[in-house]
């Protein structure tokens, strides 16, 4: 008796043990296959992915569309566990800033069979935006969108203050003297906590890779190392310090309370910034949020060698533990070919990869969003090649970010803080 | 070991579920990261042996200073100040008045919450630049102050939000309080002896075992905090670094910057800073906590 029932017990047991490890592989008994798709974004964007996914299950009723979405950070936090775990989702949404982190690290599958296949159909994309997804000469990516940014002007607050809205042609000493007589002007009117722009001085993306390009640098070189020196560093910390002291930009604990809120509580959106870095694509969020006000993008300003342009956006992959590549692979080409897909997502990433969506999707815009495709599509003609970053980019950020706070803090000097952040900076390139 | 087993297998047959919870997501979790943490490990690719490196990096690490600097602040000023007040609150809450249950449960309630995301988020919006505290500030006429994003303030707001989630060793001291006997007081009563003296003679040495066991759940407890600094600095630790607690950088290394291996070591040095911590807690305890028998 005894014995049996220890028999009985090793068995429940090694039926949950089983019961564990039994992954789902994808397949139903039925020879229904399901694949699982995942995003970032907020509630209206979840709407519309989710829309996408059932037009495509219906088109496709042998496929199953499972969805998992989070917000930005929440996203990256949980594709590198999943990843990491071996579980990741077969078609993840991808951003050039985390690109080569996977991609370098052989997570993302290589997409060249589906296109000579002809499974994903990338002949109505031009070749710069078909480039911007391929790392180390291998298509890791497909874009649903392609964005440019600038920097967003608030007309209406310009007229208010008396002060000539500036236009897409200009370098960054009149952006500085720009930025300068708008505070003077504010101060004039006697409007509190408003300012001329946002600190932008903690953007190592994109802003101050902007800034690089059109002084003839790179962030990073095509073999992944800095494309930049410390002086570059220094010179782009003196000018917000200029800034600073002018008190054309927020206070450092200003800037700090509203790092990480939502777009409709931003200070720009909230009318107390004339100018403020966006990604073209974003300008109609904020239109809808300031009815009252008039907005417009105009370009980063330029330098000595040119225009800083160059093609961001949102793409799709395939990552390499996907049990179901070629169904996967129908989904992309769904999502970024198909008039079902364009007429529900139209730019919600940016303009769409093909001309041919565009051409589509372009009739069919709201004012504001209009204005974005305008402008992504002027800028993009000035758009050059970025070389992807190296592993440890995430880092650099942090560290990046970490110095321009203690100089705005005022807890260490312009020199200092570039010298600090030069020496990480090397040591994690070269560590890699 | 045969008859140990035939006389005990019942026992381990209820136990079982619990073993393996025990096994599968402690043990086995602990050992590999234990294994990890000597080695490069990015998560994707498979780990590389390292030996020492990454404890010896830990040392020359300035980041892992000042997260240690943040979280040594947060462990001595909120456990003692926790403490503190549970206590006050608990011999307030023994003294017989009316209600004591309803004001038991109000009290209470911010420890149910204790660490939740959504108390993390209204932290934010009570010592906001606009939030509540300069508003009721203003009403006197004292300007604000940007509580949560100055460097040098906003560690203390995390402290008080500790210290308010006081409910946990409150309802334990008030426990201990009704285990004291009556006639000790009364003894003292008869004496002549003041609240004062009966609070500092009677209630404090009667109550050292129950302070014991709180001061160590709350140092183990201060030490693994992560989910206050995470919401209200929105995961970066900052402003610069400020809210850097050891726990958020540990999570930092490994979740977004994809050291592994580094993070790790970072969490058994945790481990064994705690164990030490609380073994001395608990070698000082012979001197100060008196038992009854």
């Given at each position: 008796m005894k014995k049996m029932i220890i028999g009985l017990f090793?068995?429940?047991?090694?039926?949950?043990?089983?019961?564990?490890?039994?992954?789902?592989?994808?397949?139903?008994?039925?020879?229904?296959?399901?694949?699982?798709?995942?995003?970032?974004?907020?509630?209206?964007?979840?709407?519309?992915?989710?829309?996408?996914?059932?037009?495509?299950?219906?088109?496709?009723?042998?496929?199953?569309?499972?969805?998992?979405?989070?917000?930005?950070?929440?996203?990256?936090?949980?594709?590198?566990?999943?990843?990491?775990?071996?579980?990741?989702?077969?078609?993840?949404?991808?951003?050039?800033?985390?690109?080569a982190d996977y991609a370098r690290r052989n997570t993302l599958l290589d997409l060249d069979q589906y296109i000579k296949s002809g499974d994903i159909d990338v002949s109505n994309f031009p070749k710069s935006v078909v480039n911007s997804g391929k790392i180390s000469g291998k298509n890791y990516m497909i874009?649903?969108?392609?964005?440019?940014?600038?920097?967003?002007?608030?007309?209406?607050?310009?007229?208010?203050?008396?002060?000539?809205?500036?236009?897409?042609?200009?370098?960054?000493?009149?952006?500085?003297?720009?930025?300068?007589?708008?505070?003077?002007?504010?101060?004039?009117?006697?409007?509190?906590?408003?300012?001329?722009?946002?600190?932008?001085?903690?953007?190592?993306?994109?802003?101050f890779e902007y800034y690089l390009r059109s002084n003839g640098k790179q962030l990073y070189t095509e073999d992944g190392k800095l494309g930049f020196t410390q002086k570059d560093v220094e010179n782009w910390f003196n000018m917000w310090e200029t800034l600073r002291k002018a008190g054309a930009i927020p206070d450092a604990a200003t800037v700090n309370e509203y790092a990480n809120v939502s777009l409709e509580q931003s200070l720009f959106a909230k009318g107390k910034l004339a100018m403020h870095d966006i990604p073209g694509n974003q300008l109609y969020l904020y239109a809808d949020?300031?009815?009252?006000?008039?907005?417009?993008?105009?370009?980063?300003?330029?330098?000595?060698?040119?225009?800083?342009?160059?093609?961001?956006?949102?793409?799709?992959?395939?990552?390499?533990?996907?049990?179901?590549?070629?169904?996967?692979?129908?989904?992309?080409?769904?999502?970024?070919?198909?008039?079902?897909?364009?007429?529900?997502?139209?730019?919600?990433?940016?303009?769409?990869?093909?001309?041919?969506?565009?051409?589509?999707?372009?009739?069919?815009?709201?004012?504001?969003?209009?204005?974005?495709?305008?402008?992504?599509?002027?800028?993009?003609?000035?758009?050059?090649?970025?070389?992807?970053p190296p592993k440890g980019n995430t880092e650099l950020t942090t560290e990046f970010t970490n110095a321009a706070n203690s100089i705005a803090f005022g807890k260490s000097s312009v020199k200092a803080a570039s010298a600090a952040f030069m020496k990480k900076a090397e040591s994690i390139v070269n560590n890699q | 070991m045969k008859s140990a087993w035939k006389r005990n297998w019942?026992?381990?047959?209820?136990?079982?579920?619990?073993?393996?919870?025990?096994?599968?997501?402690?043990?086995?979790?602990?050992?590999?990261?234990?294994?990890?943490?000597?080695?490069?490990?990015?998560?994707?690719?498979?780990?590389?042996?390292?030996?020492?490196?990454?404890?010896?990096?830990?040392f020359h690490d300035p980041k892992f200073y000042s997260s240690v600097k943040v979280t040594a602040i947060y462990v001595l000023l909120s456990v003692p100040l926790q403490l503190i007040f549970a206590l006050l609150v608990a011999v307030l809450l023994n003294r017989g008045i009316r209600a004591v249950r309803l004001y038991r449960a109000a009290y209470y309630v911010p420890s149910?919450?204790?660490?939740?995301?959504?108390?993390?988020?209204?932290?934010?919006?009570?010592?906001?630049?606009?939030?509540?505290?300069?508003?009721?500030?203003?009403?006197?006429?004292?300007?604000?102050?940007?509580?949560?994003?100055?460097?040098?303030?906003?560690?203390?707001?995390?402290?008080?939000?500790?210290?308010?989630?006081?409910?946990?060793?409150?309802?334990?001291?008030?426990?201990?309080?009704?285990?004291?006997?009556v006639d000790l007081y009364e003894a003292a009563r008869i004496d002549g002896a003041n609240k004062f003296q009966q609070f500092f003679k009677i209630t404090l040495p009667m109550l050292t075992p129950i302070i014991f066991f709180n001061l160590i759940m709350e140092i183990i407890h201060a030490f693994q905090a992560f989910t206050p600094a995470y919401i209200v600095s929105g995961g970066t630790g900052g402003p610069l670094d400020s809210t850097l607690f050891y726990t958020l950088y540990l999570y930092q290394k490994g979740f977004t910057e994809f050291h592994m291996g580094y993070a790790s070591a970072l969490a058994w040095l945790l481990l064994v800073t705690i164990a030490i911590v609380t073994g001395l807690v608990f070698a000082s305890s012979k001197k100060w906590v008196f038992y009854q028998e």
């Open positions: 090793s068995i429940i047991l090694v039926i949950s043990l089983a019961g564990c490890g039994s992954s789902n592989n994808g397949s139903s008994a039925d020879g229904k296959v399901s694949i699982t798709i995942s995003w970032w974004g907020d509630t209206a964007r979840n709407k519309k992915y989710n829309e996408i996914a059932d037009e495509f299950e219906k088109e496709n009723p042998n496929i199953e569309v499972k969805r998992q979405f989070g917000s930005w950070n929440d996203y990256w936090d949980k594709l590198a566990t999943q990843t990491a775990g071996g579980n990741a989702p077969d078609v993840i949404s991808m951003h050039p800033n985390y690109a874009a649903q969108g392609v964005t440019t940014s600038g920097q967003v002007v608030n007309k209406s607050l310009f007229e208010k203050i008396g002060v000539d809205a500036p236009g897409d042609q200009w370098n960054w000493d009149h952006f500085v003297d720009k930025a300068i007589e708008v505070q003077k002007a504010i101060k004039a009117k006697g409007l509190k906590g408003t300012w001329a722009v946002d600190d932008q001085s903690i953007q190592y993306q994109p802003v949020q300031m009815k009252d006000s008039q907005l417009e993008m105009v370009r980063h300003p330029q330098g000595p060698s040119g225009d800083g342009e160059f093609v961001e956006g949102a793409y799709l992959s395939i990552t390499k533990s996907s049990k179901h590549p070629k169904e996967a692979a129908k989904f992309i080409n769904f999502f970024v070919n198909s008039e079902k897909a364009l007429k529900i997502f139209k730019i919600e990433q940016g303009a769409p990869g093909s001309t041919k969506m565009n051409d589509y999707v372009k009739p069919q815009l709201e004012k504001g969003q209009q204005q974005s495709l305008d402008f992504i599509q002027k800028t993009l003609k000035y758009a050059g090649e970025a070389p992807y | 019942v026992g381990f047959f209820f136990l079982g579920p619990w073993l393996i919870g025990l096994i599968g997501f402690t043990t086995i979790p602990m050992l590999t990261s234990l294994y990890f943490s000597f080695t490069k490990y990015d998560m994707f690719t498979p780990p590389n042996w390292a030996g020492l490196a990454n404890y010896i990096e830990i149910l919450f204790g660490g939740s995301v959504a108390v993390a988020l209204l932290w934010r919006q009570v010592f906001d630049s606009e939030g509540l505290l300069n508003s009721v500030l203003g009403v006197f006429g004292i300007s604000g102050h940007n509580w949560i994003s100055t460097p040098s303030t906003s560690i203390y707001t995390l402290i008080i939000l500790a210290i308010w989630q006081f409910g946990a060793p409150m309802v334990i001291f008030l426990a201990g309080l009704k285990q004291i006997p």
